[in-house]
C-alpha cells in the first residue's frame, strides 16, 4: 500500500512537470487570440476613416481584420491640388494685367534772328498783342555829403474854390495867393478852376504851391487863401483856396545838400527797384496761353519829386512810373517762329519748349507812346527748341486688346516719334488689356521754362 502511494506521488509530479514545460493547446490558443485583438483595435484607431474595401484579414486569423492606407488616392490629391493652384495663379495674374507705354517724341533744335510785327488789332491778322499796364511808386530817403549855403522855399499843396460863376476860371502858373498869415505863395503850374455846379456847389483843382521867399518864416500850418489878382473885384470873394496839409519845408542857411552824382544814382536805384516790384505784380496777371517777355516791358510816364526830410541835409526822393507790358499769344507768335525757321514744316501739332528764353527787342522803342500804341516792330533771337505734340488718347484706342507683336506696327503710324517702349504684365500675356484704366501711356517731354 505504501508503495502504491509513493507511486502515484511520482506520477503526479512528473505530470506537473510536463504541464510546466509545454502549455496547454487551450491556453495557447487563448493566447494567440488575445494579442491579434489588441493589434486589431489599434490598426482600427489609426485607420478608422479608411473605406472597408481597404480591409484585409491578417494572419489567416478568420474575422480578425487590419487597415491597409492606400497611397495611390493620396497622391492624386496633390496632384488635383496642385494643378487647381496654377490654374488659380494664372486666373488671377490675367484679371489684374497691366501695360505702359512711354513716348518720346521727336524735338528739333532751331536757329533764330528774325524780325516780327504785331498789332494790337486782333482782327488784323497775323501776330497780336495785349498790353498789360500797372503804376506804382519808389520812396528813398538821401543823406546830402556836401555842405552848401542854400536858400529853400516852404512847399504845401491848396485847393483852389471857384463859386462865383458856372464858367471856367484859368489860373496861369505863378499866380499869387494871399496867406491868412498875410504871406504871399505862388502856384506851380497852370490850372483851369471849373464853374459852380447846379445845385451851388463850388468847382475846385488842386495845384501846389511855393513861398514867395526863401525861410523858414513861410513853414506853417494849414491857411486859408486869397487870390491877389481878383483883389477890388467881386472874384475877391468868390474865390479862395484852402491848403491841404501843412506848408513846410522853407530853410536859408548852410547844410547838407544831395549832389546830382547821387541824385543820379539814387534815381536809377529807384527805377530799378520799381521796375522789378511791378514785373512781379504782372508776373501774377498773365493770362494762360500768352507769353510776356521781361524785355518786352518798359518803364514809362515817370515823375519826380523831392522833399526835405525830417533828418537835417537829407531828402526824400519820390519816383512815380507806369509799367507798360507786351502779351502775345503762344500759338501765333510759336506759328510765326516756325514759318520763319522751317520752311519744309508738315504742319504737325508742336511747341516751342524754351519759348520765354527767347531774346526779345523792341525796335524804335524810344519813340513809342506807350499809353497810345496801335502796332510795333520787334525782334527775337536765340535756339528755340521744338517739341512735337503726341497724341496719346488715339494712342490708346488703337492698342486696346490687340497683340502685344502689333505694337511696332502701331507705332509706325505716329510720326515724329523719338522712341516708344512697351511694358505688359505678367511678361506671358501676349495681347493689351480689354480696359482703358489697365493701360498707362507715359509722354516724355522736354521740360517748359
Request: no cysteine.
Amino acid at each position: 500500500m505504501a508503495k502504491n502511494f509513493f507511486e502515484d506521488m511520482s506520477k503526479v509530479k512528473r505530470g506537473e512537470r510536463r504541464t510546466s514545460g509545454r502549455p496547454s493547446m487551450d491556453r495557447m490558443r487563448v493566447s494567440s487570440l488575445s494579442q491579434p485583438r489588441r493589434e486589431e483595435e489599434n490598426k482600427k484607431e489609426e485607420y478608422s476613416g479608411e473605406n472597408k474595401a481597404d480591409r484585409v484579414e491578417k494572419s489567416g486569423y478568420p474575422g480578425i481584420v487590419s487597415y491597409k492606407k492606400k497611397s495611390g488616392s493620396r497622391y492624386g490629391l496633390w496632384v488635383l491640388a496642385a494643378t487647381a493652384l496654377v490654374f488659380l495663379f494664372f486666373a488671377v495674374s490675367l484679371l489684374f494685367s497691366k501695360a505702359e507705354v512711354t513716348v518720346t517724341p521727336e524735338t528739333k533744335s532751331l536757329s533764330l534772328n528774325g524780325s516780327f510785327s504785331a498789332s494790337k488789332d486782333k482782327s488784323a491778322g497775323g501776330i497780336s498783342f495785349d498790353l498789360v499796364s500797372l503804376s506804382g511808386e519808389e520812396n528813398k530817403t538821401i543823406e546830402g555829403s556836401e555842405e552848401k549855403q542854400v536858400s529853400v522855399p516852404a512847399e504845401g499843396r491848396v485847393v483852389i474854390y471857384n463859386a462865383y460863376s458856372s464858367s471856367v476860371q484859368t489860373l496861369d502858373i505863378n499866380t499869387r495867393l494871399l496867406g491868412s498869415n498875410g504871406k504871399i505863395y505862388k502856384t506851380d503850374r497852370k490850372i483851369s478852376v471849373p464853374g459852380r455846379k447846379a445845385d451851388g456847389t463850388p468847382g475846385s483843382m488842386e495845384v501846389g504851391i511855393q513861398a514867395a521867399e526863401a525861410g523858414a518864416d513861410y513853414n506853417s500850418s494849414p491857411l486859408d487863401f486869397k487870390i491877389l489878382g481878383f483883389k477890388g473885384s467881386p472874384k475877391y470873394e468868390k474865390f479862395y483856396g484852402r491848403s491841404k496839409g501843412e506848408i513846410a519845408g522853407g530853410f536859408r542857411g548852410v547844410t547838407a545838400v544831395v549832389s546830382d552824382t547821387e541824385k543820379a544814382a539814387a534815381l536809377l536805384e529807384m527805377k530799378n527797384a520799381l521796375k522789378t516790384k511791378l514785373l512781379e505784380k504782372a508776373a501774377g496777371q498773365i493770362p494762360q496761353g500768352f507769353v510776356f517777355w521781361k524785355d518786352a516791358a518798359f518803364l514809362s510816364d515817370i515823375q519826380e519829386d523831392m522833399k526835405p526830410a525830417e533828418k537835417k541835409g537829407a531828402v526824400v526822393y519820390a519816383l512815380k512810373g507806369t509799367l507798360y507790358g507786351f502779351l502775345f499769344p503762344e500759338e501765333k507768335i510759336t506759328a510765326a517762329i516756325i514759318k520763319k525757321t522751317m520752311p519744309d514744316y508738315d504742319g504737325s501739332s508742336a511747341y516751342i519748349a524754351n519759348l520765354r528764353s527767347l531774346k526779345f527787342t523792341l525796335l524804335n522803342a524810344e519813340n513809342i507812346n506807350f499809353a497810345a500804341v496801335g502796332g510795333i516792330d520787334f525782334s527775337l533771337s536765340g535756339t528755340p527748341l521744338l517739341a512735337y505734340k503726341f497724341d496719346s488718347n488715339k494712342l490708346l484706342s488703337d492698342v486696346l486688346g490687340k497683340k502685344k507683336s502689333d505694337f511696332r506696327a502701331i507705332m509706325a503710324k505716329y510720326p515724329h516719334v523719338a522712341s516708344a517702349d512697351l511694358s505688359v504684365q505678367p511678361i506671358w500675356r501676349q495681347t493689351f488689356p480689354e480696359r482703358a484704366e489697365d493701360i498707362t501711356i507715359k509722354v516724355h517731354y522736354p521740360p517748359v521754362d
